[in-house]
């Protein structure tokens, strides 16, 4: 098993392009989520899903979507990017109720 | 107020030290409660689980939650230095399993 898979590991925009962060688990999980963690402030909940085509915003959506099309995809996409958005993303999902949250290697974005 | 706060630190200790890391919670309704540790540049992992008030020990780690005073602990015995990373107190609740991170802790054990 590969757990949740992160793509890409390390990216650079510029202000104003669009991206989509992969994430992906083999796991069978029904619930996946997105978090971006910046220094000195923890993990925040970006995006979460309790199963595909099910999505609802956390704690800090705007400026982000996101699709469940299937069990395994997870895809966060940033249509306008803002220096704000600079921060380590992580994909997580949890196979059931009161069980462990599995993370990917994270996502390093920087925009400029 | 934050539903989980944690001293960010950094916190740092000699090898062999005893460690005490420390959150406080908000929510009542919070049942389960999670230790995890993030190595640099790594994605967070599961170091220890708990439900009830009380304490769970594994191996050199004593998980510690009071329920009363919504006080969960993480003690490190005979500390090392791998052991040397953030630690992220979180607990979990609702239909959909969120999981609530404080802002973690960074602990650095010196050989």
């Known amino acids: 098993n590969a757990g949740v898979t992160q793509t890409p590991k390390f990216r650079i925009l510029k202000i104003g392009q669009s991206m989509t962060l992969q994430c992906t688990q083999d796991?069978?999980?029904?619930?996946m989520y997105w978090y971006r963690q910046d220094p000195g402030m923890g993990l925040k909940l970006i995006y979460y899903s309790v199963g595909a085509g099910i999505t609802d915003k956390g704690e800090v959506p705007n400026g982000y979507n996101v699709s469940r099309s299937t069990t395994e995809d997870f895809p966060l996409r940033l249509e306008l990017a803002a220096p704000s958005q600079t921060s380590v993303y992580f994909c997580?999902?949890?196979?059931?109720?009161?069980?462990?949250?599995?993370f990917g290697q994270g996502t390093r974005l920087t925009v400029v | 107020q934050k539903e989980v706060e944690q001293d960010p630190g950094p916190l740092s200790v000699p090898e062999g030290a005893i460690v005490s890391l420390n959150c406080t919670y908000s929510?009542?309704?919070?049942?389960?409660f999670m230790w995890y540790r993030q190595y640099s540049r790594k994605g967070p992992e599961l170091l220890m689980y708990t439900y009830s008030s009380g304490n769970k020990e594994d191996g050199r780690f004593t998980a510690q939650v009071d329920k009363s005073s919504k006080y969960i602990s993480l003690f490190i015995r005979d500390s090392q230095p791998s052991d040397s990373a953030t630690y992220l107190c979180a607990t979990l609740s609702g239909g959909y399993q969120k999981v609530t991170f404080g802002t973690g802790t960074k602990l650095q054990v010196i050989p």
């Open positions: 929510n009542s309704a919070f049942q389960y």
């Open positions: 997580a999902s949890i196979g059931g109720v009161n069980t462990e949250a599995f």
């Open positions: 796991m069978n999980h029904n619930y």
